[in-house]
């Protein structure tokens, strides 16, 4: 296993929870990409996407990713667009190991339903809208994910089960 370990996924995949206790598990670091960009911007993510707009947004996530060190024993949670832009995907394929925490779409819908106001994708989205954002968004985003070197079933499978995959 070569670090960082990049999560990726669809928004309410797990990558910040899972990326946590698999830091911890693996005693490295822990990095979730969009909190280091709110602190970078001094705004939230929402903020950024309602002030400057998402090209705005993506160009400096793209620039943030780049920065982190190549090499660092850390576990990197990106944002769930962040693979899809700027060849982020191919970029974090060479300098560390990649995992795609898979969900189904209606378990992404029913963890979005619960903090959807943290999601400005989706916050002003209707149930029927928030579902249909997540079918569409995701077979758009899902080229993208499956590139990933390892593919982890994150509706079903255990954190100690991504661990055994790493090693």
Known sequence: MNYPIFLIGFMASGKTSRG????RKLNVAF?????QIELQE????????ENQGEAYFRKVEAEMLRSIPKHEKA???????????????????????TVYLK?????ILGRLRQNKQMRPLVAHL????LKLFIAESLGQRAPF??????????????IAELEEMLN
């Open 75 to 97: 576990v990197i949670a990106l944002g769930g667009g962040t693979p899809c832009f700027y060849n982020n995907m191919d970029y974090i394929n060479d300098v560390g190991t």
């Open 20 to 23: 946590k206790k698999l830091a």
């Open 42 to 49: 001094n705004q939230s993510i929402s903020s950024i996407f």
């Open 145 to 158: 994910y499956e590139k990933a070197q390892l593919i982890f079933d994150a509706d079903n499978a255990k």
């Open 103 to 107: 969900r189904s779409e209606s378990r």
């Open 31 to 35: 990095v979730d990409l969009d909190q």
């Open 126 to 129: 209707s149930d029927s809208e």
